[in-house]
């Protein structure tokens, strides 16, 4: 069943994807008319987008239904990605090592006065 649901799924998302650069865009004729496809005789005088319109709504349609389908039966069967992954053991807590703080600067003598001799 899973099979399927994914080879579904990424059909429909092949398909959607193909007949989307198939509609035609603002300017032109969409990636149709780049190939030279005659779809504006073949659909009447308003030429393919409302029929490539309606195509694009059902496909999505399938698509979100096919991605809400596939998550219901991963959260039924009780899987998770998470469920994979190789299982950590805490790190048993190590001494801290501990350095010595740096020595604190000496403060610089104000200008003119004699440098002072240690």
């Known amino acids: 069943m899973n099979g399927f649901l994914l080879t579904l799924h990424v059909v429909l998302s092949m398909v959607l994807v ?3 650069l198939l509609q035609p865009g603002a300017k032109g004729g969409g990636m149709g008319s780049a190939f030279g496809s005659g779809a504006n005789t073949a659909f009447g005088a308003q030429g393919a987008a409302p029929v490539l319109a309606k195509i694009t709504y059902y496909l999505a349609a399938c698509f979100l239904a096919t991605s809400l389908l596939i998550e219901y039966v991963v959260v039924k069967q009780n899987r998770s990605v998470l469920d994979k992954l190789p299982e950590s053991k805490p790190a048993a ?7 010595p703080l ?3 600067p000496t403060p610089a003598a104000p200008a003119g006065a004699p440098p002072t001799k240690k």
């Open 102 to 104: 740096p020595a604190a």
């Open 18 to 20: 193909g007949v989307i």
């Open 93 to 99: 807590a190590a001494p801290k090592a501990t350095t």
